[in-house]
């Protein structure tokens, strides 16, 4: 429950939650995601292989089309940069 917990303590409505996993069956994300969901938190999330069970508590989702681990989070990593860039590119933060 410790990502859940945080969510609970922290997040409010319009809000963005950002979750990343490799296989989707994390019980931790898992009820993290169902939290925010509670509390009308938006969710991106990065995924691996199909994005399991909790591919349909998400908002949007970015799936590593892969079943190799190490795979997936390398890309995991290269889209948390490129992201990362955008933002910091789009509000002039240098």
Partial sequence: M????QIEGLGEPGDIMVA???SGQS????NALLKANDLKIKI???LGRDGSR???LCDEHI???SNNTARI???HILIGHILCDALENGLNLQ
Avoid: E, L, S, V
């Fill in 44 to 46: 991106i999330r990065f």
């Fill in 63 to 65: 799936t590593a089309d």
């Fill in 2 to 5: 410790i990502f859940n917990r």
């Fill in 54 to 56: 909790a591919r349909n």
């Fill in 27 to 30: 019980k931790n994300i898992y």
């Fill in 20 to 22: 990343i996993t490799t």
């Fill in 73 to 75: 989070q390398a890309m």
